[in-house]
């Protein structure tokens, strides 16, 4: 995979999907980020690669700095936001191609958080998304408590398991390998995770998808 053109793809698909929203129709908040509108998600995910160029990036990208992001950015409307992101682009690009692409994760996670928020499903079944995956379930694999037994995500084509083989794990978590995707990134709600669970008992081991911050009080579908 090509993470720097994989950015700039989900950028695309970004900026086409806000092209000519209306005020009203940016101010629609994102289920996913609650505390934000659809604006609000734009300027962090533009702010943030002008932080990054800037040599202002700390570790945990928390709330204080990417509140800061949203605040410098509340007198423009999508349209200054979009150019203003076109602008840090290329530089944007470079930086990666020097330092990594940890951007990669950020746009790819709120692709999806906007799609949600204007129900306009697409970019699911990316390079991108696999990767991350990947990534987060490597993230999920160490909160689990190790006195409990397996647990296995079985979607379409991609299933993984915490020991042993998905067919032998005593709980059995089945749904599409995006759901899944999604549910690792702490999108999806403990009632999704409950609905998908097929075999054994999910409650235990819920804490540990909480992977970005606690899991949405309400059912997410991302569109």
Do not use: K
Not at 64 to 90: N, P
Not at 209 to 223: K, N, Q, R, S, W
Request: contains cysteine; charged residues 30%; hydrophobic residues 45%.
């Amino acid at each position: 995979m090509d993470e720097i053109a994989e950015w700039s793809r989900a950028q695309q698909r970004v900026i086409a999907l806000v092209d000519g929203l209306t005020a009203q129709r940016a101010e629609t908040t994102v289920p996913a980020c609650p505390d934000w509108t659809v604006r609000d998600l734009l300027s962090h995910m533009v702010g943030l690669g002008a932080d990054v160029l800037a040599g202002d990036e700390p570790d945990d990208h928390n709330e204080e700095w990417t509140a800061r992001q949203v605040d410098a950015r509340r007198s423009r409307d999508v349209a200054a936001l979009v150019a203003e992101w076109e602008v840090v682009a290329e530089p944007l690009r470079a930086w990666m191609a020097e330092h990594g692409t940890r951007p990669l994760g950020d746009v790819t996670i709120h692709e999806q958080d906007l799609r949600g928020a204007l129900d306009a499903p697409g970019g699911r079944d990316t390079p991108a998304m696999a990767a991350l995956r990947d990534r987060f379930v490597g993230r999920l694999a160490p909160r689990l408590d190790p006195g409990l037994p397996p647990i296995a995500l079985v979607g379409e084509q991609w299933s993984w398991c915490s020991a042993g083989e998905p067919a032998d794990a005593a709980v059995e978590v089945r749904a599409s390998d995006f759901d899944l995707a999604r549910a690792l990134m702490a999108r999806r709600s403990a009632a999704q995770l409950r609905a998908w669970t097929v075999r054994g008992d999910v409650e235990p081991y819920l804490d540990a998808f909480a992977t970005l911050g606690p899991l949405p009080e309400e059912d997410l579908t991302d569109g």
